[in-house]
């Protein structure tokens, strides 16, 4: 009901949503997985012709491919979120919003009787099982999403560690992704420092897992249970809530991986804050994240409003996400009767106690406190709870099939709720929540002796034509149905008392969908539903070659080889190609796989498109490739290592300027390529450097380093160190000589800022390292002696490339002019007789050239072309 509603809540919410607080100059942006956020950085920045300064300020998760973006006052928030919306393989983009925690005044410390385990049945529920650990011996472990004291005398042994974690050595010894996350995780500080730090998340704590039956203070939902922490600076930024549930996800997902041998065992989430009126069509990256954790087999809770408000109508975040893995709580008090809290028919999912509960508080201590913050953790709490019931079957599908066995715990939550007058109209269940009763609702269906339907149906196929269904099951004496027809049919093909688990459909009709479905039958008087449909799409569309299928080798300046899987509809394949933006050849009836283009111009940007031929019909779209040819001069065309830092959020390259060559470049995610630069500089000649460094907050020291290859073997060795500072927060300026021996032509400078406390003995021009930027950049090193520079406007010319002819648009008349090749050899010269002066190019070979102009003192003016 919550997902059929949706559209409506957002709706009637959007007028509300749009007074929320949002942080400033920041947008949250989700990607799909083929898609590099650098490149959706660079096409927005080109929207805006580089005057935005969009850039990426935090890798938010990786895995799920979510950033935060960062921006200037030039544009709005809202214009760059539909900016980013208009681009390929954006799936969401969002406003990043301001967060508030949910928690009303808490009454003065006074010892009182936990009156909330009375009306949830915890007494009857511990008969049964007092939680900690799974029926196969998995430490269960609930996510707090803040910081609290987990060291409070009756919680601290229920604190969760990661013992496969060196506290403090700086290593990732468990290669989860988190370097020292030993205690859990702070997204604020990027390590484990302040997740026990927090008077809210200590009094959360207490409700989830307050230790049992040891003569101290109160009790959680659970008696033994592992409690995580995922703290973060600033609460009040959705960024860090969207950052801070990937450590549950990751943990989780690294435990089912290995088997449990690393990670954790997370089985529910708790967020204790959120939006008033928050709209989840604003927030999709934020509540998607709750489906993705609940297909990794996580329910998250969350704490609604603290407001008598119908969230169906106003809206809220979290708690107003469809997600069916979002638990949506709302408080009641010792009568059973919502008084202070939000509700909402098909938003709100339960009610639970919140309302003057006691549980710890502050260092050692204990007392009451009230909100939907206290009802949210309790709920986590008995989700906990249910995954220890005493049942193996159960446990052996929540590994095989976490997504499944989330459901089943989800259900029974649900399902095992009191249902209160009060709250039949109030919440999607109407009812609160009771463990005994969930607890029961388990075992009465535990795979021991109940009919369970199939799970984790896997396809096995060889060609993409011929499938075979195989799925996992508990009743092993049982047989199985399975039925399957095309989507656009009425009528099921089944097959029926089935002896193994598997089924052999054979080869399907080509270029269409198919739907299959499951069931068990246990006896004569017991099956199962169907399960839900699983879908199989077969191959043979006539469709072009898939784009992760292509691979194109630039063999010289003048040839490139094109390879691709072939598709199966296809009888041949059409290439068209031609200089960028120009279709200029077409290839007809390739057969295979593989083509060779020759005849390629030098140092050319071209792209190439392919096309499918099945029986005579082209595929409708084609299969798009961009590639340059080599022979635009060492810098471009040499293999040179890499220097890339894994953060430049701290410090970067903010501009490089070299004489009168200067780019502000700003952050550019850790490594820039600028060698596209037009440079000079002249052999023997003294040169200005300047490199200064961007901060994104407080100062640091830095190492500084540029390095010019001079003698051009794709290396940057010690002795090309043009200019270097050490242990410096103010950035490097300085004047160097080109060597006299230099090899003339085309070369890399390579500028590096790297955080003084990575720098041991010396900056590394290749590698990775933890902070800092490097950026790099082409010059032409050349033999004249001196060069004074004209104005924009003095001289220009185009076209460029140009095939035969260039045109010098100059006012230096009787001016003499040189053509010098990449190695600095005059190969033509002549005289500047008119402003628009045409020169004859024709016989040069392809490639890349320098032209020169002189006075009667010198050289006064150089500009690169390509001749193609």
Excluded at 85 to 93: I, P, R
Excluded at 171 to 188: E, F, S
Aim: proline content about 3%; overall charge negative; some cysteine.
């Amino acid at each position: 009901m919550k997902k059929i509603l949706f559209l409506a809540i957002i709706a009637i919410t959007a007028v509300k949503a749009n007074s929320q607080e949002i942080v400033e100059n920041q947008v949250l942006v989700e990607l799909t997985d083929d898609v590099k956020i650098e490149d959706v950085i660079n096409k927005a920045n080109q929207a805006y012709n580089n005057t935005a300064q969009i850039r990426v300020k935090k890798v938010l998760n990786a895995n799920l491919n979510i950033y935060l973006i960062s921006h200037i006052n030039l544009i709005s928030e809202q214009e760059l979120v539909d900016k980013l919306h208009q681009y390929s393989g954006v799936l969401n983009a969002q406003l990043n919003h301001k967060v508030d925690l949910r928690e009303t005044t808490p009454l003065d410390p006074e010892y009182g009787n936990q009156w909330h385990h009375q009306n949830i049945a915890s007494e009857l529920a511990w008969d049964i099982t007092t939680g900690g650990l799974t029926a196969v011996g998995d430490e269960i472990v609930v996510c707090v999403i803040e910081g609290g004291n987990a060291q409070h005398d009756d919680l601290q042994d229920n604190a969760w560690s990661n013992t496969q974690e060196i506290a403090d050595n700086g290593i990732d010894d468990d290669a989860n992704g988190y370097i020292d996350d030993v205690d859990g995780w702070n997204v604020g500080s990027d390590d484990d420092e302040g997740v026990f730090q927090g008077g809210h998340g200590t009094q959360v704590m207490g409700m989830i897992g307050a230790t049992g039956d040891n003569d101290l203070g109160v009790v959680g939902a659970n008696w033994t249970v592992k409690i995580m922490s995922v703290a973060g600076e600033n609460i009040s930024d959705e960024a860090s809530l969207v950052e801070a549930y990937g450590y549950p996800l990751d943990m989780r997902n690294l435990y089912e991986e290995t088997a449990g041998a690393q990670g954790a065992f997370v089985v529910a989430t708790n967020a204790s804050w959120g939006i008033d009126g928050g709209n989840p069509e604003d927030s999709p990256i934020w509540c998607g994240l709750y489906q993705t954790l609940g297909e990794a087999g996580i329910l998250s809770c969350g704490a609604t409003a603290n407001n008598n408000v119908d969230i169906d109508a106003v809206g809220d975040l979290p708690t107003a996400c469809a997600s069916d893995y979002m638990i949506s709580v709302t408080a009641t008090n010792n009568n059973d009767v919502r008084t202070f809290s939000a509700y909402g028919q098909t938003t709100i999912d339960l009610g639970a106690p919140g309302e003057n509960v006691w549980t710890t508080s502050g260092t050692d201590g204990y007392g009451a406190t009230s909100g939907t913050s206290f009802a949210s953790p309790l709920t986590a709490g008995v989700i906990g709870l249910l995954y220890s019931v005493p049942c193996p079957g159960l446990m052996d599908l929540v590994h095989a099939d976490p997504q499944a066995g989330a459901d089943l715990i989800r259900q029974a939550l649900l399902d095992g709720v009191d249902p209160l007058d009060n709250l039949t109209t109030e919440c999607v269940t109407g009812g609160r929540v009771n463990s005994f009763n969930s607890l029961n609702l388990l075992l009465a269906t535990c795979p021991e002796g109940a009919c369970y339907a199939p799970f984790s149906s896997t396809l096995v196929s060889a060609d993409n034509v011929s499938f075979a269904v195989e799925w996992a099951a508990f009743n092993e004496e049982s047989t199985f149905g399975f039925r399957y027809k095309r989507i656009t049919d009425s009528e099921w093909t089944e097959a029926l008392e089935l002896n193994e688990p598997s089924f052999n459909l054979g080869e399907l009709e080509w270029c269409s969908e198919y739907e299959y479905q499951i069931k068990t039958v246990c006896s004569e008087e017991e099956e199962t539903e169907w399960t839900t449909s699983s879908f199989i799409e077969t191959d043979g569309c006539c469709v072009s070659p898939e784009l992760e299928t292509l691979s194109l080798e630039v063999l010289s300046d003048t040839e490139a080889a094109i390879t691709w899987v072939n598709v199966l509809a296809a009888e041949g394949y059409n290439l068209v190609y031609g200089q960028f933006g120009s279709f200029s050849t077409t290839i007809e009836n390739i057969e295979g796989g593989i083509y060779t283009l020759s005849d390629l111009e030098p140092c050319t940007d071209y792209e190439i498109s392919i096309y499918s031929v099945c029986d005579g019909v082209f595929s409708l779209e084609d299969t798009r490739l961009e590639f340059r040819t080599t022979g635009c001069g060492h810098c471009t065309d040499a293999a040179f290592c890499e220097l890339i830092p894994e953060s430049s959020e701290d410090e970067f390259i903010q501009e490089f300027s070299i004489n009168s060559y200067a780019n502000n470049s700003g952050n550019d995610g850790g490594y820039g390529d600028y060698t596209g630069s037009e440079i000079f500089l002249n052999r023997g000649n003294s040169s200005d450097l300047e490199v200064e460094v961007g901060y994104g907050g407080q100062t640091y020291n830095e190492s500084i380093i540029v390095w010019i290859d001079y003698n051009q073997d794709g290396d940057f060795s010690a002795n090309e160190i043009v200019a270097s500072e050490n242990n410096t927060n103010t950035g490097l300026q300085d004047t160097f000589t080109v060597l006299e021996d230099a090899l003339l032509g085309l070369t890399r400078i390579r500028v590096s800022v790297v955080w003084a406390g990575n720098v041991q003995s010396g900056q590394d021009p290749c590698g990775e390292y933890e902070y800092g930027e490097t950026e790099d950049y082409c010059v032409t090193i050349e033999e004249f002696d001196s060069v004074k520079e004209l104005g924009a406007n003095d001289i220009s010319i185009y076209p460029n490339p140009a095939s035969s002819e260039l045109i010098v648009n100059s006012s230096l008349i009787n001016s003499s002019f040189n053509i010098l090749d990449l190695t600095g050899r005059v190969v033509l010269n002549g005289v500047i007789n008119s402003t628009n002066q045409a020169v004859n190019i024709e016989s040069l070979t392809p490639g890349t050239y320098v032209l020169s102009i002189s006075d009667h003192v010198g050289p006064v003016s150089q500009s690169q072309f390509v001749k193609m």
